[in-house]
């Protein structure tokens, strides 16, 4: 297993403007630097843009650092897009396809998961989960004709309306048959919906393509009361051999959530010295 960061406009290391001004692109090498520079290998993004120019800077940024784009996230194409794979206007849906085809695109020259979280839709259920079912099978189908895996999130209950446990995730994944893509499970989100985020690990661990790490309040690991690192040791144990990212509220700024995690990490042996 492996650990990653996430950088993006919300959590993670947060640069409220990244990619949409020119002084974000100088933050975003720091943030690299920065992670970089306290042993993290690896970096996840959340983008709103699938601008070619755009993601081929973001790249050589990535590549000029030596660290590894090892997942995409898509949710804020919904946030700040409001595209969503179960919008009952049909062009709306279209737009959250074809933007996460762009994406799946740009993480396959790179070896990235593309994440699936809230470009499902948020916590009104307008619509069909047909809908949703429909949008699954085309992306999953893109997907593996870029020979790119998907994780599909299991996201807690005030946020969206629909597949909130990995128990409804899995079924989705073994009933619209999706080949390309397997599940994100995270510590912030099982914490909420799951009656045992152990048992959880245990009995899906098959299924995971991405792992998000986060304490109870959604902190640093170390800063709430979930057990974090009984949940890496078993994910280890398991066999799991994906990347594990952090993707945590920047409380009380940027660098402490990067020092943090990182000393968590470090002081139970999960990563190594930088
Ligand atoms: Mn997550």
């Given at each position: 297993?492996?650990?990653?960061?996430?950088?993006?406009?919300g959590?993670?290391?947060?640069?409220?403007?990244?990619?949409?001004?020119?002084?974000?692109?100088?933050?975003?090498?720091?943030?690299?630097?920065?992670l970089?520079?306290?042993?993290?290998?690896g970096l996840?993004?959340?983008?709103?843009?699938?601008?070619?120019?755009?993601?081929?800077r973001?790249?050589?940024?990535?590549?000029?650092?030596?660290?590894?784009?090892?997942?995409v996230g898509?949710?804020?194409?919904?946030?700040?897009?409001?595209?969503?794979?179960t919008?009952?206007?049909?062009?709306?849906?279209?737009?959250?396809?074809?933007?996460?085809?762009?994406?799946?695109?740009?993480?396959?020259?790179?070896?990235?998961?593309?994440?699936?979280?809230?470009?499902?839709?948020?916590?009104?259920?307008?619509?069909?989960?047909?809908l949703?079912?429909?949008?699954?099978?085309?992306c999953?189908?893109?997907?593996?004709?870029?020979?790119?895996?998907?994780?599909?999130?299991?996201?807690?209950?005030?946020?969206?309306?629909?597949?909130?446990?990995?128990?409804?995730?899995?079924?989705?994944?073994?009933?619209?048959?999706?080949?390309?893509?397997?599940?994100?499970?995270?510590?912030?989100?099982?914490?909420?919906?799951?009656?045992?985020?152990?048992?959880t690990?245990?009995?899906?661990?098959?299924?995971?393509?991405?792992?998000?790490?986060?304490?109870s309040?959604?902190?640093?690991?170390?800063?709430?009361?979930?057990?974090?690192?009984?949940?890496?040791?078993?994910?280890?144990?398991?066999?799991?051999?994906?990347?594990?990212?952090?993707e945590?509220?920047?409380?009380?700024?940027?660098?402490?959530?990067?020092?943090?995690?990182?000393?968590?990490?470090?002081?139970?042996?999960?990563?190594?010295?930088?």
């Amino acid at each position: 297993m492996r650990f990653s960061f996430v950088v993006s406009a919300g959590l993670g290391y947060r640069i409220p403007d990244l990619f949409e001004t020119e002084a974000s692109f100088e933050e975003f090498r720091s943030a690299l630097k920065l992670l970089k520079r306290h042993g993290f290998s690896g970096l996840e993004v959340n983008l709103a843009t699938t601008e070619e120019k755009t993601l081929a800077r973001i790249a050589k940024i990535i590549q000029g650092e030596g660290l590894q784009l090892v997942a995409v996230g898509t949710g804020l194409l919904y946030l700040k897009r409001r595209y969503s794979f179960t919008d009952r206007n049909a062009a709306r849906r279209r737009r959250a396809i074809a933007s996460v085809s762009r994406l799946i695109a740009f993480a396959s020259q790179h070896d990235a998961v593309v994440i699936i979280g809230l470009i499902r839709g948020g916590t009104s259920v307008s619509s069909s989960s047909g809908l949703l079912s429909r949008a699954l099978v085309e992306c999953d189908r893109i997907a593996s004709e870029h020979g790119v895996r998907l994780a599909l999130e299991a996201i807690n209950r005030y946020e969206t309306a629909r597949l909130n446990t990995a128990a409804e995730v899995a079924s989705i994944i073994r009933d619209d048959k999706l080949r390309s893509t397997g599940m994100l499970l995270d510590s912030f989100h099982m914490n909420i919906e799951e009656a045992s985020i152990e048992g959880t690990i245990r009995e899906f661990h098959e299924m995971i393509s991405h792992f998000h790490i986060a304490d109870s309040n959604r902190l640093a690991p170390g800063r709430g009361h979930l057990d974090v690192e009984g949940q890496l040791r078993l994910l280890k144990e398991l066999g799991y051999r994906g990347w594990a990212s952090a993707e945590i509220l920047p409380k009380p700024d940027n660098a402490s959530a990067v020092v943090d995690t990182a000393s968590f990490l470090r002081k139970r042996g999960f990563l190594s010295q930088p």
